[in-house]
C-alpha cells in the first residue's frame, strides 16, 4: 500500500482538496447512479427467497461512497415487487484506523432499520486469512478506488470463488490515463520521458488489468467511463495551502513541493502545465474514471 495513503489525517485533507477541485464525489455517484440500478435490479431476480441483500466495501475509507450505494440499492429494492421489506447487510474492510473512526461516528446516529453495518479495521489480506465457508457471501463487493492497493488478481480471485454470490457483481471505480495518473507515472519513473509502454511492457493501467485478468478467467465485464475537469490552478501558487495539499495528493508525497529533488518538482510542475488548458481564468486538465462489473 501507498505510504501515502497511510499518512491518515492529513491524507484526507488533501483528497478533500482533490474533491473539492473536481467534484469527483458527486460524479462518482453520478456514474453510480446511472448504471448500477439495472446491474441491481437483475440481482434481484434472484434474490426475492432471501431476507437480505449483502454488500461487501474493500477500502471503505470515511463510508461516505458506501452510503450513497446502500441509498442506491434501497431505492431498487423499494421498486422491485417482493422486495421492499429486504434487509441490507452492510460490511466495510478499512486498514486505516482514521477514515474508521470517522465512519463509525457517521452509522452512530444514523436511523436506519434497514441497514445493518460490519465495519473492520483491517487489511484486505487479513480479512481474507480469517474467511469460513460458514459467513455469508455478497451480491456486490466494490473497490471505489481502492484496487490499487492490493494484489489484484489475488483479491479479485478470491472474492469470485469464495465471497460472491453466484450471480454477484465486483463493482470498481477506477482511474484512467489522465492528469493524475501521468504525474504519477513521472514520480515512479522520474527521468523516463517516453511513452508508458516503452518503458515496461508489462504494465497496465488498472482497467486493462482487470479486463486482462477477467478474460484470463473467462469472467465478464461491463465497462462504463466518464470525462471531468481537475482545476490545479492553485498548484502554481507556492503560498497556497490548498495548492499545496493539492499537489501532495496527486504525487503521492507528503509535502512535495518541500521534499522533492528539485529538477523532480519543476518537470511535475512543467508536466502538469502541460497537461492542462486555461480556461476562464483556471487551469483545468483532464480527469478521467471508468466504472467496471466483474461477474462470473
Known amino acids: 500500500m501507498s505510504s501515502f495513503v497511510c499518512t491518515g489525517e492529513y491524507y484526507y485533507k488533501s483528497f478533500d482538496v482533490l474533491k473539492s477541485k473536481t ?21 434481484l431476480h434472484s434474490v426475492q427467497d432471501r431476507t437480505s441483500f449483502n454488500i461487501l466495501s474493500v477500502g471503505s475509507g470515511t463510508g461516505d461512497m458506501d452510503l450513497e450505494i446502500l441509498k442506491i440499492v434501497k431505492d431498487e429494492l423499494e421498486r422491485s415487487q417482493g422486495c421492499h421489506q429486504m434487509k441490507i447487510f452492510n460490511r466495510a474492510i478499512e486498514i486505516n484506523k482514521y477514515p474508521c473512526d470517522l465512519y463509525k461516528a457517521a452509522i452512530k446516529n444514523l436511523d436506519d432499520q434497514q441497514a445493518d453495518f460490519d465495519l473492520r ?12 465457508m460458514a459467513q455469508p457471501k455478497f451480491d456486490v463487493i466494490h473497490f471505489i478506488h481502492s484496487v490499487y492497493y492490493v494484489d489484484t488478481e489475488a483479491v479479485l480471485k478470491h472474492c469470485i470463488e469464495n465471497e460472491l454470490q453466484d450471480n454477484g457483481r465486483l463493482v470498481f471505480i477506477v482511474e484512467r490515463p489522465d492528469l493524475i495518473s501521468s504525474v504519477l507515472e513521472k514520480q515512479r519513473f522520474p527521468d523516463w520521458h517516453g511513452s508508458p509502454d516503452e518503458k515496461n511492457p508489462e504494465s497496465f493501467e488498472t482497467a486493462e488489468k482487470l479486463f486482462e485478468i477477467s478474460e484470463r478467467h473467462g469472467w465478464k465485464h461491463e465497462v462504463y467511463t466518464h470525462e471531468y475537469s481537475i482545476d490545479v490552478t492553485e498548484i502554481f501558487d ?17 509535502n512535495f513541493r518541500g521534499t522533492a529533488d528539485k529538477k ?12 492542462s488548458t486555461l480556461k476562464d481564468g483556471k487551469r483545468l486538465g483532464e480527469k478521467k474514471e471508468s466504472l467496471i462489473f466483474i461477474y462470473k
Open 23 to 43: 467534484n469527483e464525489f458527486y460524479k462518482n455517484v453520478e456514474i453510480m447512479r446511472d448504471h448500477m440500478p439495472l446491474m441491481i435490479q437483475k440481482l
Open 121 to 132: 479495521h483491517q487489511s484486505f489480506e487479513e480479512y481474507a486469512e480469517e474467511f469460513t
Open 238 to 254: 507556492p503560498q497556497s495551502t490548498e495548492g499545496t495539499l493539492l499537489l501532495d495528493f496527486i504525487t503521492h508525497t507528503e
Open 264 to 275: 523532480l518538482l519543476q518537470e511535475t510542475l512543467a508536466l502538469i502545465k502541460d497537461l
